[in-house]
């Protein structure tokens, strides 16, 4: 079977949408870090719309921190790959050429260090999971950590920094597109801290001075593509996609405006430019992903695969229904103008996407990394007032006992541990009792741990 690549793009179906640009032309102007499924069926798309409406250079150049497997997949096709839209009215495939140029960090640290360190490039955009960012439980920097994982992004930023200097090349932006609440901010000080850790103090304070890392809100659903995914995009095709990426029809993008120079007119594709975005991250972090990691947990211990079948058990629906409506939705102040009922609804209705297998163990992976940020600053908010949510974290509780493989967890030995030292009010007060490890994000009331508790053992 034929390959997508520069050499057979030009026999795709008329009805898969090219690229409005000449790619040829196009320098490099963004690196990213994290070349996995969600960035190229989100930043790179936004990328590919602001070229086609005319923006120059702003080319990616994609970067895999440690796995060779997006680079050989896309490589072989120079870069491009498709994105196919799926919902219950059809499909609607799209072919991106944003992507011009893929390395592995852990296969040749020299080329990403100089993709970083050359003058073209203005942004660096990075989507490496909340456990990338090497935090404590407690939501300080893990140093340690940092310093004994040679291929972090703060090694490979920390390297930028000091070379950009030296060199007397302009400051970057870079745009974290993670799940974290103040996700910039949170990159902005793990690789202050490690410059400085470093001895590097001019260095730092040039960083802190003149760089920039917004902070940023991403959405959109977007599955770990299966071998029949594969299969069903070479039919449509006509040719085999190693890199295709299935998806939903919605995206959304919210940027803070605050960029070290010039910037992709993102917004052609829809983005928003917003002087604060933590209303709309608050509301992602705590509604979507809030009820996506409830779903995952009830739903996985009540049999089920698949968002869409969790969302439409009745014994799982009415929990995270409560859980988005009346407990995240009302820990936070929303923005002017944003409307949180019809967002809750819309949420709904996506999860109900049947045509997209959006896997429960996929949600479920990385779950103390996530329960943060989803489920205790809520429960915080609500002084521990939030039932559906402590069901939802009963649940979680519960799966971590199991060890499940197909979820990892970079706290999983950890965690297991605890169950095998002691019973659930055991485990409950060594996370979140005194001296708990997640104490400092959610301290339960004697009464909220006798709940949490029972929801634990029932």
Known sequence: MTRLGEATAATLPASVVRPGYDRASQRIGIVHLGLGAFHRAHQAVYTDDAMAAGDRDWAIAGASLRSAGVAEQLAPQDGLYTVTERSSEGEAARLIGA???????????????????????????????????WRRPDGSTDLAGIAADRNSIHHHLARAVVARRASGLAPLTLVSCDNLPDNGRVLREGVAAFLDQQDQRAVRDWFERDWRCPNTMVDRIVPAVTDADRQRVEVALGMRDEGAVVTEPYRQWVIEDDFAGDRPRWDMGGA???????????????????????????????????????????????????????????????????????????????????????????????????????????????????????????????????????SPDPRRAELAALWEQGDAAQVVDALFGDGGSMAGQWRPTEAQRTALIGEITQ
């Open 272 to 406: 928003q430019f917003v002087a604060d975005v933590a209303p709309y991250e608050t509301a992602k972090l705590r509604m979507l992903n809030g009820a996506h990691s409830a779903l995952a947990y009830l739903g996985l211990e009540r049999g089920h695969a698949f968002v869409h079948q969790a969302v439409a058990d009745p014994a799982i629906r009415p929990v995270v229904e409560t859980l988005m409506r009346v407990e995240a939705a009302t820990s936070f102040r929303a923005a002017e103008g944003q409307a949180l009922e019809p967002y809750a609804d819309a949420l709904l209705a996506r999860f109900a996407n049947a045509t997209l297998e959006h896997r429960l163990s996929q949600i479920a992976s990385d779950g103390s990394q996530k329960v943060g940020p989803r489920w205790l600053s809520s429960l915080a908010a609500h002084g521990g007032d939030a039932p559906a949510t402590l069901t939802a974290l009963a649940a979680w509780l519960r799966f971590i006992r199991t060890g499940n493989d197909a």
């Open 99 to 133: 992507i011009r140029e893929v390395t592995v960090a852990a296969n040749g640290p020299e080329r990403l260090a100089a993709l970083l360190s050359n003058a073209d490039t203005r942004i660096v955009t990075l989507t490496v999971t909340e456990k990338g960012y």
